[in-house]
T-cell receptor
């Protein structure tokens, strides 16, 4: 059972369109991170959100952490071909045996066509 | 130069062979991790180490072992490789604290025939 469910798994859109990727769980996370991975490379951190309801913006990317800290979303405005890649959400749970570890979602493969 | 390096980048081997994947980092981090990535499954944690004397199993450690030779080096071994261990393997490091960025290596693509 996947602790973090990401949707959709695949997204193919035209340049200029908007899109949203969702990351949902029944568990509470102390923080949530979004990574982006390009072919032949490892994931690279985009953002960390730590407070319920928090919204962070990174140019055309908007990240939101749910009020209950169980879900998150990534919204891209006016997508560009350079946004193409695999997007991964990853949650950190506070304390105990989970301390310092991340749980990853399945990933969303985004393709933006020129 | 890359902060986290992995060798080899690609490896094809046969069932039953012993394989070692190596990871080195220059970030000075105490924490290191090994993940495997399969299509549609994201990244799953195999083993992790919070310092040289600390080794812990992750969610899918069966069939794997690790060695933390130094703060900067963390190797993953497949004692007797099997085809369902064919995957992309990533090493990562992070600083201390509960909410730390993980820095990933470029990955090793392993194929077990």
């Amino acid at each position: 059972t996947q602790l973090l469910e990401q949707s959709p798994q695949f997204l193919s859109i035209q340049e200029g369109e908007n899109l949203t990727v969702y990351c949902n769980s029944s568990s509470v996370f102390s923080s949530l991170q979004w990574y982006r991975q390009e072919p032949g490379e490892g994931p690279v951190l985009l953002v960390t959100v730590v407070t319920g309801g928090e919204v962070k913006k990174l140019k055309r990317l908007t990240f939101q952490f749910g009020d209950a800290r169980k879900d998150s979303s990534l919204h891209i405005t006016a997508a560009q071909p350079g946004d193409t890649g695999l997007y991964l959400c990853a949650g950190a749970r506070a304390g105990g045996t989970s301390y310092g570890k991340l749980t990853f979602g399945q990933g969303t493969i985004l393709t933006v066509h020129p | 130069d890359a902060d986290v390096t992995q060798t080899p980048r690609n490896r094809i081997t046969k069932t039953g062979k012993r394989i070692m994947l190596e990871c080195s980092q220059t970030k000075g981090h105490d924490r290191m991790y090994w993940y495997r990535q399969d299509p549609g499954l994201g990244l799953r944690l195999i083993y992790y180490s919070f310092d040289v004397k600390d080794i812990n199993k992750g969610e899918i450690s069966d069939g794997y072992s690790v060695s933390r030779q130094a703060q900067a080096k963390f190797s993953l071994s497949l004692e007797s490789a099997i085809p369902n261990q064919t995957a992309l393997y990533f090493c990562a490091t992070s600083g201390d604290g509960g909410v730390s960025t993980q820095y990933f290596g470029p990955g090793t693509r392993l194929t077990v025939l």
